[in-house]
């Protein structure tokens, strides 16, 4: 039973990595029509492309790390339930954020930027509350790591895998490889809540600072998804008896 699970984890990993990788692809001539003919004149540059350190770029590196999560964890909880109803909105919830996090990966590809940064995650909400905007509204009261507290531009604490706001831990993670159904189904949800919370706060905090329209436009998106999908397992949780 160990080797299996072990094997299983180790193959579903690449699997995860190559469909958000085949979305990109499949989007990535999509989004240079929608950036390239979108008006960008709030936010550019000199060369008319976000800066490295911009909050463009920002938030499309971390909320790419983000979905991937959301990916994973959905399609461990198709393999530990039989439900219908939460296997089709885990299959939901992986196909919108590898698709959105493809987008993101290619924009970042169109800017000329890498698609990883040697700074810590959260760092371009950071550098923008130093600026004395607050990008930090809507990010109170989160799970796993909670955000109050946070001034003077204080940052998320990263711990046991969990990089940014709402991201299961690597413990969390292993228990919902191991729960079966309706406990899978209930961990499952109460996980992904607080993941969709976490990125809501992300979503808006990029709402206030990207200047690209397409990309705010883009987060805008998935703060209205994220927020109905939130009710929605609110409602599914309830059905089971629990509480997210």
Known sequence: MTDGTTVG????????????????????????VLWLTSDRSEGATGTGTPKDTSAEAGFARDMSVHHQQAVEMSFIVRDRTSDEEVRRLAFDIASTQATQAGMLQGWLDMWGLDRTSEDPPMTWMK??????TDGMDGMDGMDHGSMKGMDGGAAYKPHDGSLMPGMATNTQLDELRKAKGKAAEILYLKLMTAHHRGGVGMAEGAVELVKDPTERHLAQTMVQGQQSEIQLMADMLKARGASS
């Open 127 to 132: 550098n923008a509350s130093a600026d004395g």
């Open 9 to 32: 984890r180790a193959s579903r990993q690449p699997l995860v990595a190559g469909i958000a990788a085949a979305l990109a692809v499949l989007t990535l001539v999509a989004v240079g």
